[in-house]
């Protein structure tokens, strides 16, 4: 199983490390999954989780990834392939809405998806970067 690292956007704190095949969300966070893109089969919403199954049959589940309780759903997601490059996993709109086609884009590190000094959205950085 993939080893999944849990990052909280507000402390940058690592909130979890675990090669489970469940992790649950408990506040906003970057979840960075060590899996390469192309070993990815589908990513999907079942609910208010996120679940991603590679070729290989493994499925992964974040559980409150969507519209978590206690949160908003400013979750991101990011895979760090075998080479250590981190990709950024864009499936959701800036409001948390499922996207018709997932984006992939390269980042050098997960620090832009963390806050800054108040809530600072990473569709904002996106856009400055092109």
């Known amino acids: 199983m993939s080893e999944i690292r849990v990052v909280s956007k507000e402390s940058h704190e690592t909130l979890e ?9 408990s506040e906003a966070s970057v979840i960075l999954i060590k899996v390469n893109k192309d ?8 609910g208010r989780n996120a ?10 589940v974040i559980v409150d990834f ?9 979750n ?3 895979f760090e392939d075998n080479n250590h490059k981190l990709i ?3 499936f ?4 948390g809405a499922l996207l018709e086609n997932i984006t992939y884009s390269y980042i050098d590190s997960i620090e832009p998806l963390l806050y800054h000094d108040g809530v600072a959205s990473p ?8």
């Open 17 to 25: 490390i675990t090669t489970k095949d469940t992790v649950s969300l």
């Open 39 to 46: 070993d990815v089969s589908e990513i999907r919403q079942d």
């Open 51 to 60: 679940i991603i199954t590679l070729k290989n049959g493994e499925q992964i």
């Open 66 to 74: 969507f519209n978590g309780s206690n949160y908003s759903t400013d």
């Open 76 to 78: 991101s997601l990011v």
């Open 88 to 90: 950024w996993v864009q």
């Open 92 to 95: 959701t709109d800036a409001n």
């Open 123 to 130: 569709w904002a950085w996106l856009s400055c970067s092109k």
